[in-house]
């Protein structure tokens, strides 16, 4: 039964999204508003539908139906309910089951906004919305249904379908295979909906920049109103990424945080074209400027969100985090051309109508840096798109997939990230319109000369690798003039109001949330940057096999091997756990316990490190193998990661300060909103038939 209404739900959710595609088309297309208010409800009925769907999932997850082949594949009966829960996302099926849910969810939420005001734009708005929804149930319907059941023949052949063949009876397995085992740690009950937010969310900016196209709008309304969309989307992105790299740190075992992954790289796309979005939009605000580059930028961050979920789930790339081989792979291949030509013909069509409505007038004025900081943006994004492509067009071309290595990405782009480091130090220094080498001298000057101190206390204490030393010095450039504009703002308001300076501070960020939170994630990058130098420049790493008493060194650590015990668990493990005593200079520092997880049911392994974590270093111990618990020998693989938890102090400011700079500003809302009001010029009049 549940089974029937969650598929039943699906098909009905699919005709309501092509009825709302052609009522929206048609209804604009014969000036009937009617049909459009019909599509606009016809979005809204897709959310509760969908949920209606993800619940049935989620039922038959929890409740162990094993006879469904997605319950079978993605639990069992030693998993917890919250494993159960989040198994929703665990499988092929049921991830684009969640995809599509929260699709319907932004596209209601954006179908309830107030549209007197743009009126020509909900259609088109609607049509895309749809069109992207529609598409991803067609995948789960026709090609990656979570509803098919297992149905035994008389020959007790397995069959896999929906509804019951002639001749079957329905086959109930007993337990379930279970959750693959990297998927368990808690990490990945976030991680998994945080990308999807991120990537769902930028689906907004697209369906309004396509409808600005499409209704040929010359003004900078559909950037308004999707400002907010577009940094919640990034937002979300980036707590996915973030976490993405915990999660591979934590549970994959070979002591780095990001490795270059195919999928791991399909996440970051996105995120830098997002990232460079967000900037530029600031001059077409401010300025008039990069009207065309803002629409490249939108169609280009859509197409590699559905390009990432391509990767993700075709199985064309090997990697730890895409999902097996499926039919779906070609189909998402179609989607993206033909979506990403209809794009760029549009964008054609009316290139002449997006001209700036400005110049540039000086090579150091803030939106000619913002210019530069858009160009790195794109050109670690050829390079990344590059080095994740590659082993495809080589098998093309030749029949073998030669990958990309993780050295290939690290020198291409570490230039591209360092000039983006200084750029993040020296634009907020300059001004809109013009600026001089004299102006933005006499502004930096002061962090500047900070910044030098520092890099002098590096040399001092025995840094001498010239790349760490620039990196160090970029990132205390960047980190004294975010701090300095923090001060010269409290002090301005300190002045002129009188207010203590913790008051003037609060206030002040208060009141301009934007900015200051924009400061805030600067911050973060810097610290983060912090961490990525130590451990990119100074990981040191050795292995050995020790026997119970013997020791192994490494960066000052002395680790020594005490025991090694293998033992079954009440929830379907098979563990073995080390006990490691770890001494520096002498000092006992405690105990770490590295081991290796054998999940029964699915029959596959996860290796969970032992970690000392300080401010300044980590210590990270892998159990690599062991012999027969008499001998009494195992093997350890260590590693030393300075500065690595910078990273991740950094990570949590980002998220707090994206919150801030997305947290809506209620007066700035309503100064927003009195200005607009006045621009009746770009009003489309509404008539009482309406």
Do not use: C
Not at 390 to 419: H, N
């Amino acid at each position: 039964m549940i089974t029937n209404i969650g598929y039943g739900s699906l098909i009905i959710t699919f005709v309501l999204s092509l009825y709302g595609i052609v009522a929206a088309i048609y209804g604009e297309r014969k000036n009937l508003y009617r049909f459009v208010e019909s599509a606009r409800v016809a979005m809204l009925l897709t959310f509760p539908m969908l949920t209606l769907v993800a619940l049935s999932i989620i039922t038959l997850l929890v409740t162990q139906h094993y006879e469904v082949q997605y319950v079978y594949n993605t639990t069992s009966q030693s998993m917890p309910i919250y494993l159960k829960i989040t198994a929703l996302w665990g499988g092929q099926s049921g991830s684009l089951v969640f995809w599509a849910w929260l699709m319907s969810a932004f596209a209601s939420a954006v179908s309830i906004r107030k549209w007197s005001r743009d009126r020509d734009l909900l259609p088109w708005v609607i049509v895309v919305s749809l069109v992207t929804l529609a598409f991803f149930l067609s995948m789960i319907i026709f090609f990656e249904n979570p509803f098919q059941r297992f149905w035994a023949s008389p020959g007790s052949r397995e069959i896999v379908a929906m509804f019951q063949p002639a001749g079957t009876q329905l086959l109930i397995p007993n337990d379930g295979r279970g959750l693959n085992p990297l998927l368990r740690h808690p990490g990945m009950v976030i991680h998994p909906p945080m990308l999807y937010l991120g990537f769902v969310s930028f689906v907004i900016p697209f369906a309004f920049g396509i409808a600005a196209l499409i209704t040929g709008r010359k003004d900078d309304r559909w950037i308004r109103l999707t400002r907010r969309w577009t940094l919640v989307a990034w937002m979300f992105l980036s707590i996915g990424l973030i976490l993405g790299s915990r999660w591979a740190y934590d549970v994959l075992g070979w002591g780095g945080y990001w490795a270059w992954d195919p999928v791991e790289n399909a996440a970051l796309m996105p995120w830098l074209t997002g990232t460079a979005f967000l900037h530029s939009v600031m001059i077409q605000e401010k300025r008039g400027l990069f009207k065309r580059w803002n629409m490249i930028l939108v169609i280009l961050t859509y197409s590699l969100v559905i390009f990432g979920t391509f990767l993700t789930r075709s199985g064309v790339l090997s990697s730890v985090h895409a999902f097996a081989q499926s039919a779906i792979g070609p189909m998402f291949f179609i989607f993206i051309g033909i979506t990403f030509i209809i794009s760029l013909a549009l964008l054609i069509k009316r290139w002449g109508d997006l001209k700036s409505e400005g110049v540039m007038h000086s090579l150091l004025s803030r939106e000619s840096l913002f210019l530069l900081n858009n160009l790195l943006f794109i050109g670690i994004l050829v390079v990344v798109f590059w080095g994740t492509v590659f082993p495809l067009i080589s098998e093309l071309l030749t029949g073998q997939k030669v990958t990309v290595a993780a050295p290939f990405y690290q020198r291409s782009t570490a230039p591209l990230f360092a000039g983006l480091l200084l750029l993040m130090g020296i634009a907020p220094l300059s001004a809109w319109g013009h600026s001089t080498w004299k102006t933005l001298g006499k502004a930096m000057w002061k962090p500047g000369l900070l910044s030098l101190i520092v890099l002098l206390g590096m040399i001092i204490s025995g840094v001498h690798s010239i790349g760490a030393l620039l990196g160090f010095w970029l990132a205390s450039f960047a980190f004294f003039i975010t701090i300095h504009e923090f001060w010269r703002g409290t002090k301005a308001r300190h002045k002129r109001s009188g207010e203590n300076y913790l008051t003037a501070f609060f206030r002040l960020a208060a009141r301009n949330r934007r900015r200051y939170g924009g400061y805030l994630i600067h911050l973060s990058v810097v610290l983060m940057a912090i961490g990525i130098i130590g451990i990119e420049g100074y990981q040191t790493e050795t292995q050995a096999k020790l026997k119970a008493g013997e020791s192994i060194q490494l960066s000052g650590y002395t680790v020594t091997f005490k025991s090694l015990a293998e033992f079954d668990t009440n929830d379907g493990r098979n563990v073995a756990r080390a006990v490691l005593d770890v001494s520096k200079n002498g000092k006992n520092l405690g105990q770490l316990y590295p081991r290796r997880d054998y999940f029964y049911d699915s029959q596959q392994p996860m290796t969970i490190p032992g970690v000392r974590s300080t401010i300044e270093d980590d210590l990270y111990i892998v159990l690599v193998n062991w012999e027969q618990i008499s001998s009494g020998s195992a093997t350890f693989k260590v590693f030393h990661n300075p500065l690595i938890n910078w990273l991740w102090i950094g990570g949590i400011l980002l998220i707090f300060g994206s919150f801030v700079a997305a947290w809506p500003d209620q007066e700035r809302s309503l100064q927003l909103e009195r200005k607009l009001a006045s621009q009746n010029s770009s009003v489309v009049p509404v008539s009482s038939s309406d």
